[in-house]
Nanobody, 127 residues
């Protein structure tokens, strides 16, 4: 079992920044990716970004590339999402994810194929 706890969500004005964090605990061994999905009311749960824990290889959704940066903290088994130049379209519940992988198979998969999920943290961007 893996437990994921998100923090850092909140309310920010358009053009501002937020930094999300997700701390993992439990059976965090082997090879895996950690990252983020998001879901706005009435919309699908969409991929945002994830990172390979071993290699640091990163993947981003086109909608956030150039604005968001994902990183990892090896000492604390924590992933961060630095979100800059936020717009109201970024308003959503953001979910941390953890997914075991065969080494080298770091690509994005459908949401229902990821192994573990956090409870979610609300991000609201006002105009």
């Amino acid at each position: 079992q893996v437990q994921l706890v998100e923090s850092g969500g909140g309310l920010v004005q358009a053009g501002g920044s937020l930094r999300l964090s997700c701390a993992a605990s439990g059976s965090t061994f082997g090879y895996y990716v950690m990252g983020w999905f998001r879901q706005a009311p009435g919309k699908e749960r969409d991929f945002v970004a994830h990172i390979s824990w071993s290699s640091g290889r990163t993947y981003y959704a086109d909608s956030v590339k150039g604005r968001f940066t994902i990183s990892r903290d090896n000492a604390k088994i924590t992933v961060h999402l630095q979100m800059n130049d936020l717009t109201p379209e970024d308003t959503a519940v953001y979910y941390c994810v953890f997914d075991r992988r065969v080494p080298g198979s770091w690509g994005v998969r459908p949401a229902d194929e990821y192994d573990y999920w956090g409870q979610g943290t609300q991000v609201t961007v006002s105009s």
